[in-house]
């Protein structure tokens, strides 16, 4: 820019530390007693217990299997499998038209409150494991292989 002043506690520095600036990306520049120095990137920690808590929201969205019907077990799926479970405790004699992953079955009530369970079951063993990776990370025994390890089989969506 020019015309532009130059500020009062501006540094000047030669052409090669300049360049260098701009070339060497693996470290932080700063001023250090009147000289101008490279430091060490900062050091990334990884937010284990957020990552932890997206594998668990993924692993529990994979469905179950229910006596040979494949069930949804996304968030959705959960709030309409609970609701009809309700349904089907209220009145024994509750039949309804069900959507699985692969078409609608009637199914009664005793069946929706089985189907109910095991979605339920399913989501708490997701919860279950999160919750043994979160102490593992507590106690510093956090392995990165550990986050694929231990969930509940599910049924292949």
């Not at 968030?75 to 309804?96: F, H, K, M, N, W």
């Not at 708490?124 to 390890?149: K, P, S, V, W």
């Amino acid at each position: 820019m020019h015309g532009a002043s130059i500020p009062a506690d501006a540094v000047e520095v030669g052409d090669e530390l300049f360049v260098r600036t701009f070339n060497e990306a693996d470290g932080v520049w700063r001023l250090v007693d009147g000289e101008v120095v490279k430091g060490p990137l900062a050091e990334v920690v990884p937010d284990y217990a957020q990552i932890v808590a997206g594998e668990r929201y993924k692993r529990e969205a994979t469905g179950v299997n229910v006596d040979g019907l494949q069930i949804e077990t996304t968030r959705d799926s959960q709030a309409l499998i609970a609701s009809t479970g309700l349904s089907a405790v209220l009145d024994p004699e509750y039949r309804c038209n069900f959507k699985t992953v692969t078409g609608f079955v009637e199914i009664g009530a005793a069946q929706i409150i089985e189907i109910a369970k095991a979605v339920r079951a399913h989501v708490q063993a997701c919860f279950d494991r999160e919750l043994a990776l979160l102490h593992a990370i507590e106690a510093g025994e956090y392995r990165d292989e550990m986050l694929t390890e231990g969930w509940p089989d599910s049924a292949a969506l």
